[in-house]
């Protein structure tokens, strides 16, 4: 049967989470079509396509304008669970990620009407769609669209000369929010032992009020030290004290990711919530230790139990711009002084070979295998 990939084509969350699906997908299933939500933009991943080996030609030579004259047919549409109703077919399913307890800016009603099924990376996520009476499979995301040869892409290495070289270096990337909670590294640093060398790659929208990082590092009294332009980025060298903090404007290159990612000790995902964290999940297959609150999505690949996860209280989700407490809970750090205690082991362990063996997940690999989630895939959507 035809399988019609609905998603948008970009660089943002949903683009990236949807062309590693149709890798998995063009792989296994030889009559897959895809259908553009919004303007495609195909130069945004054209170095994340040639990272995980997706045809260019062959992909943009499988874009329809629409389905107007085709018969049976399967969709499947990643996007927003509120808005699944941009779903086409007779036979249509959607695959979401969301970060709290309700559906953001949707009614379940409307969700009900416009797929047969929604899957969603976690159980937790099923959990949320059932408790608002919409019919939900767990289909994992996939595991690592970057953990391929770092040889062949930009070196970062000169980083470490700004950085104490007796210390790990550590990592936080993503938007600049209340909910993924990188205010909440920085607070947490104050209180390690040794020097802290952080990595930032936060993309921070300097409007809506939001607190840009470049700020909130000089509230905190970190001295902005130096600025570097390297390959078009533009970084940020930050001092206070013992503590040095580098800001990486936001890259457009997947390979520049890698890069930082090569260079990484230590990988810190302490957020609110998360429909699947794809950085966690590349860096945790790339073999690099995290630390990571034991929440939402993380906790389909992490355990409770795991020397480096972080136990987690539930709250009204609210920030008053992305968020404004019509969403459900969220679930924070329970103590940042935990997240001191963990970097501060990280420390000590530094080039042991027991924090190489302290990777949060039970078994990733086997749970993301491409195999698994074509089947998985096949089965609920009938292709």
Same mark, same amino acid.
């Given at each position: 049967?035809?399988?019609?990939?609905?998603?948008?084509?970009?660089?943002?969350?949903?683009?990236?989470?949807?062309?590693?699906?149709?890798?998995?997908? *063009?792989? *296994?299933?030889?009559?897959?079509?895809?259908?553009?939500?919004?303007?495609?933009?195909?130069?945004?991943?054209?170095?994340?396509?040639?990272?995980?080996?997706?045809?260019?030609?062959?992909?943009?030579?499988?874009?329809?304008?629409?389905?107007?004259?085709?018969?049976?047919?399967?969709?499947?549409?990643?996007?927003?669970?509120?808005?699944?109703?941009?779903?086409?077919?007779?036979?249509?399913?959607?695959?979401?990620?969301?970060?709290?307890?309700?559906?953001?800016?949707?009614?379940?009603?409307?969700?009900?009407?416009?797929?047969?099924?929604?899957?969603?990376?976690?159980?937790?996520?099923?959990?949320?769609?059932?408790?608002?009476?919409?019919?939900?499979?767990?289909?994992?995301?996939?595991?690592?669209?970057?953990?391929?040869?770092?040889?062949?892409?930009?070196?970062?290495? =000169?980083?470490?000369?700004?950085?104490?070289?007796?210390?790990?270096?550590?990592?936080?990337?993503?938007?600049?929010?209340?909910?993924?909670?990188?205010?909440?590294?920085?607070?947490?640093?104050?209180?390690?032992?040794?020097?802290?060398?952080?990595?930032?790659?936060?993309?921070?929208?300097?409007?809506?009020?939001?607190?840009?990082?470049?700020?909130?590092?000089?509230?905190?009294?970190?001295?902005?030290?130096?600025?570097?332009?390297?390959?078009?980025?533009?970084?940020?060298?930050?001092?206070?004290?013992?503590?040095?903090?580098?800001?990486?404007?936001?890259?457009?290159?997947?390979?520049?990711?890698?890069?930082?990612?090569?260079?990484?000790?230590?990988?810190?995902?302490?957020?609110?919530?998360?429909?699947?964290?794809?950085?966690?999940?590349?860096?945790?297959?790339?073999?690099?230790?995290?630390?990571?609150?034991?929440?939402?999505?993380?906790?389909?690949?992490?355990?409770?139990?795991?020397?480096?996860?972080?136990?987690?209280?539930?709250?009204?989700?609210?920030?008053?711009? =992305?968020?404004?407490?019509?969403?459900?809970?969220?679930?924070?750090?329970?103590?940042?002084?935990?997240?001191?205690?963990?970097?501060?082991?990280?420390?000590?362990?530094?080039?042991?070979?027991?924090?190489?063996?302290?990777?949060?997940?039970?078994?990733?690999?086997?749970?993301?295998?491409?195999?698994?989630?074509?089947?998985?895939?096949?089965?609920?959507?009938?292709?």
């Amino acid at each position: 049967m035809k399988l019609i990939l609905q998603a948008p084509i970009n660089s943002l969350g949903y683009g990236v989470f949807a062309l590693g699906y149709y890798k998995i997908l *063009r792989d *296994r299933h030889e009559d897959l079509h895809v259908l553009p939500i919004g303007n495609p933009n195909i130069g945004a991943i054209e170095d994340l396509m040639d990272i995980i080996g997706v045809d260019k030609q062959d992909y943009i030579d499988r874009m329809i304008p629409g389905v107007n004259g085709l018969t049976d047919y399967t969709t499947l549409t990643i996007w927003h669970a509120h808005e699944l109703n941009k779903s086409v077919g007779p036979n249509k399913y959607g695959h979401s990620t969301f970060e709290t307890t309700k559906i953001h800016g949707g009614n379940s009603g409307s969700i009900r009407d416009s797929v047969n099924t929604v899957m969603t990376p976690s159980d937790w996520g099923v959990r949320v769609l059932r408790e608002h009476n919409i019919k939900a499979e767990c289909v994992p995301g996939p595991a690592s669209l970057l953990g391929v040869d770092v040889s062949m892409y930009r070196n970062f290495d =000169f980083l470490k000369n700004h950085f104490d070289s007796s210390t790990p270096i550590f990592m936080s990337s993503g938007k600049w929010e209340k909910r993924k909670n990188q205010q909440g590294i920085l607070d947490a640093i104050s209180n390690v032992d040794e020097p802290v060398n952080l990595i930032g790659l936060w993309d921070n929208p300097f409007t809506n009020g939001l607190v840009a990082p470049m700020e909130y590092l000089t509230h905190l009294k970190f001295n902005l030290a130096r600025v570097l332009n390297h390959e078009n980025n533009l970084i940020y060298i930050y001092k206070r004290g013992k503590d040095t903090v580098i800001l990486v404007s936001y890259v457009k290159s997947y390979k520049d990711v890698v890069s930082l990612y090569n260079i990484t000790d230590c990988y810190m995902s302490i957020s609110c919530g998360e429909g699947w964290d794809l950085p966690l999940v590349e860096t945790i297959s790339m073999g690099i230790p995290s630390i990571a609150s034991y929440n939402t999505a993380h906790t389909q690949y992490i355990e409770s139990k795991d020397e480096f996860s972080l136990e987690c209280t539930e709250e009204l989700a609210k920030d008053g711009i =992305f968020f404004d407490g019509n969403q459900g809970n969220w679930y924070p750090v329970k103590r940042l002084s935990d997240v001191s205690e963990l970097m501060n082991k990280i420390i000590y362990y530094h080039g042991d070979e027991i924090v190489e063996a302290q990777i949060v997940s039970s078994d990733l690999a086997k749970l993301c295998n491409p195999d698994r989630i074509f089947k998985m895939l096949k089965d609920h959507c009938g292709f």
